[in-house]
């Protein structure tokens, strides 16, 4: 009997493994070992670990050493290792799914990096893996245009277009050679998820939306650091002055405190 493998390890990869688990009969699913997290250095399980207990899937760890000889092919998700050229020879084809169309957007952060860019027309890429990261030949390719382009928003949109035209994908149909402009993302730190007065207005609403799944975006006021989950056209009670105008804030979670409208905020310190 052979299987299809899935390999995911954060939170972007649970919706996938939640529709591919139920899809696929014969599924496996590999992930990360619990890392050491927090002030206590206890281990901490990942969510698709997590989703896996939940759901009663098994599950086994990665091992770069080992050869998944019933594997049919593997669909790759956000996966928390990268592949080693042994590893890839000696395994049959995984497949990763990539939140852009290559060879444009290569790298960790694809989706973030269109919204900064302030894209409304995303896509996504499932291809071959190979030894050089994001550079594999292409299975299949689609455009996706999501307008009110939060990261919520475009995650959500390209997982139901994938949903959509899952079953017409051929995993042993002959694949395409990568070709077009390359350009490359980046992983990014907390420090970027920041708002400062340099900032345009236009600047500050594209890292709200860009990092609505990884940050929020935040700003520092009266010493403390407000995050930020959405903003509003409309005038609001609690404004941010940038370089260019103010961003009129509507839904915050001020620092020590849950998560509220920005007018609440505003009128419970008068």
């Known amino acids: 009997m052979t299987y299809k ?9 649970v919706p996938f493994l939640d529709f591919l688990s139920k899809e696929i009969k014969q599924l496996a699913v590999v992930t990360t070992k619990p890392k050491k997290s927090g002030r206590g250095n206890k281990l901490k399980k ?3 670990e997590n989703f896996c207990h939940k759901n009663n899937i098994i599950f086994k760890y990665f091992d770069e050493s080992e050869i998944y000889s019933d594997m049919d092919y593997g669909v790759c998700v956000s996966f928390g290792e990268i592949f080693k050229d042994e590893f890839i020879n000696n395994n049959p084809a995984i497949f990763n799914i990539h939140l852009s169309k290559l060879p444009e957007l290569r790298g960790p952060s694809p989706v973030e990096t269109a919204i900064l860019n302030g894209n409304t027309l995303f896509g996504y890429t ?13 299975l299949y390719q689609n455009d996706v245009e999501v307008i009110d382009n939060y990261s ?8 139901e277009d994938f949903i959509r035209n899952f ?11 990568q070709e077009g402009k390359v350009s ?11 708002i400062s007065k340099e900032d345009t207005l236009n600047q500050a609403k594209n890292k709200i939306k860009a ?29 941010y002055e940038l370089k260019d105008g103010y961003l009129y804030l ?15 905020y505003i009128r419970g310190r008068q």
């Open 167 to 177: 079953k017409s994908v051929d995993f042993k149909s002959p694949l395409q050679i």
């Open 152 to 159: 919520s928003n475009v995650y959500e949109a390209l997982l």
């Open 46 to 48: 990942n969510p698709v």
């Open 5 to 13: 493998y899935f390999f995911g390890s954060d939170k972007r990869s």
């Open 250 to 264: 509507d839904e915050i979670t001020p620092e020590g405190k849950n998560k509220m409208a920005a007018n609440d």
């Open 126 to 138: 499932i291809f071959k893996i190979v030894q050089e990261i994001d550079e594999g030949p292409i």
């Open 211 to 239: 990092f609505d799944i990884l940050g929020p975006a935040y700003i520092q006021y009266d010493s403390k650091i407000i995050k930020i989950h959405k903003y509003t056209e409309d005038n609001s009670d609690f404004k």
């Open 184 to 194: 490359v993302t980046s992983k990014f730190v907390k420090t970027d998820y920041m």
